[in-house]
């Protein structure tokens, strides 16, 4: 039987960089950020019910991510419509991806939203990933755009990490070196990704 982890975490926590150790690790990895990237990406399935409900946030690249952002940022009215257009697309896919992989040991289903947005009751075991506040700061205010004001924006959208990591069958720890962190990984898959009959 194939056990489904998901696998989620705050802004900046390094949940991208996780994600790909246990791929690293021959674990099948759904990316819900990834598939919405698809979805507006250009020619992508939810370009144009996009551009109808917000206009002027897309064009031939697709969604333009910041000009939706700013949008519904701050717009819980928007952010709701938004949802209601992304989240129903993405579970198609997700369930598409548990499908085809109905023979592995274990599958991870990577949801920065997990607990937020109800999907806890959907998987077997949770994973989140953490750091250490001042670092998971450092690197979201390092990224191309970002200002302390939307950090503080998207956190107070997030599940505080201390109740993520409650809720949590297993806290990875990203503070430290990588091999620390694929050390974590790894007893994770070693302690889940058996096969039933082992």
Known sequence: MTVILGLTGSIGMGKTTVSRMFADEGVPVFDADAEVHRLQGPEGAL???????FPGTTGA???DRTSLAEAVLGEPERLRRLEALIHPAVARAREDFIAAHEGAPLVLLDIPLLFEKGGADRVDRIAVVSAPEDIQRARVLARPGMTGEKFARILALQMPDAEKRARADFVIPTGGS???TRAAVRRIVACLGRPADS
């Open 61 to 63: 690249d697709g969604v």
């Open 178 to 180: 990588f091999e620390e």
């Open 47 to 53: 370009v144009a019910a996009i551009e109808a409900e």
